[in-house]
């Protein structure tokens, strides 16, 4: 029903009360990360589609790129062996995460379809890779 003409008149139309892909936030400063569009990804499919790393949750389980999700497990393994007496432990960078999950949420355009501790443990896995590639440049 819309509200008469206001400027934030909305309508609800029953069909669509179902589950939206849009995030409420997007169109907001803190939503900055989109997805393509798929009238350009179909023009040019292998320009917008990951080939060797995915970072965050949007092409997560995409099988072509398994072998860099084993490398970066490698990387938070090798990582949490070289401090593990004086550095912070596993469950520290997931407390970290899962801390600002609601605000990683938010900078999606979509809603992202993965659970709570699936999301903090692919953003504590990319964000632990983008650490060690930054470190390795010392």
């Known amino acids: 029903?819309?509200?008469?003409?206001?400027?934030?008149?909305?309508?609800?139309?029953?069909?669509?009360?179902?589950?939206?892909?849009?995030?409420?936030?997007?169109?907001?400063?803190?939503?900055?990360?989109?997805r393509v569009p798929r009238c350009l990804a179909e023009i040019h499919p292998k320009t917008y589609q990951p080939h060797i790393v995915s970072i965050g949750p949007y092409h997560y389980g995409n099988q072509?790129?398994?072998?860099?999700?084993?490398?970066?497990?490698?990387?938070?393994?090798?990582?949490?062996?070289?401090?593990?007496?004086?550095?912070?432990?596993?469950?520290?960078?997931?407390?970290?995460?899962?801390?600002?999950?609601?605000?990683?949420?938010?900078c999606y355009s979509e809603n992202i379809k993965f659970g709570s501790s699936d999301l903090v443990a692919i953003m504590v896995l990319d964000g632990r890779l983008f650490n060690w590639s930054a470190e390795s440049l010392d």
Request: proline content about 3%; hydrophobic content about 35%; glycine content about 6%.
């Open 1 to 34: 029903m819309a509200n008469g003409g206001r400027g934030d008149a909305v309508i609800t139309i029953e069909a669509e009360k179902t589950k939206r892909l849009l995030h409420p936030l997007a169109g907001n400063e803190s939503c900055c990360i989109f």
């Open 64 to 106: 072509d790129l398994q072998m860099m999700q084993e490398h970066k497990q490698r990387y938070l393994r090798d990582l949490l062996a070289r401090t593990q007496t004086t550095g912070p432990k596993l469950d520290d960078y997931l407390q970290a995460v899962a801390s600002r999950e609601q605000d990683i949420r938010d």
